[in-house]
């Protein structure tokens, strides 16, 4: 057997919906909620979400595991959607670039950006 490793990884997506991604199970199902398929070019994509990871917060909202309310919080949510996820993963080697950050002040200015993996800090 071999082991499986598993993180909890934090995306924040900007822009607006629709996020491209889909979103399966829920206590309804008596399943975990799975992110099932992230589209192409998407800004799901663009912050490295993935299918087979399992929703745990919307905007800072501990899920209950209702897919009904997960969609509430998602659709809820305008220019920022911030998501944790579990990811689970066959080595403690690979390595998922799972957040990355556009910084602006309260008036709206731009002052950067950056973004973590695992191993390294990229500001």
């Known amino acids: 057997h ?12 900007q822009g607006r919906a ?3 991604f ?6 309804e199902h008596r399943e975990p909620l ?19 990871d399992e929703m745990v917060s919307v905007n800072a909202v501990p899920l209950s595991g209702s897919r009904q309310e997960a969609i509430c919080l998602v659709k809820s949510s305008h220019k920022t959607l911030t998501l944790v996820v579990r990811r689970y ?6 390595r998922y670039f799972f957040i990355f950050l556009f910084l602006w002040n309260k008036r709206g200015t731009f ?6 993996d695992t191993s390294f800090c990229y500001v």
Do not use: C, H, M
């Open 34 to 52: 799975i992110i099932t398929k992230v589209e192409d070019g998407s800004v799901a994509a663009a912050v490295r979400l993935q299918a087979g």
């Open 2 to 13: 071999r082991p499986i490793y598993l993180e909890l990884v934090e995306v924040l997506l």
């Open 22 to 27: 889909t979103l399966r199970g829920g206590t």
């Open 111 to 116: 002052l950067g950006f950056g973004g973590f």
């Open 89 to 94: 993963r066959n080595s403690e080697n690979d």
């Open 18 to 20: 629709p996020w491209g």
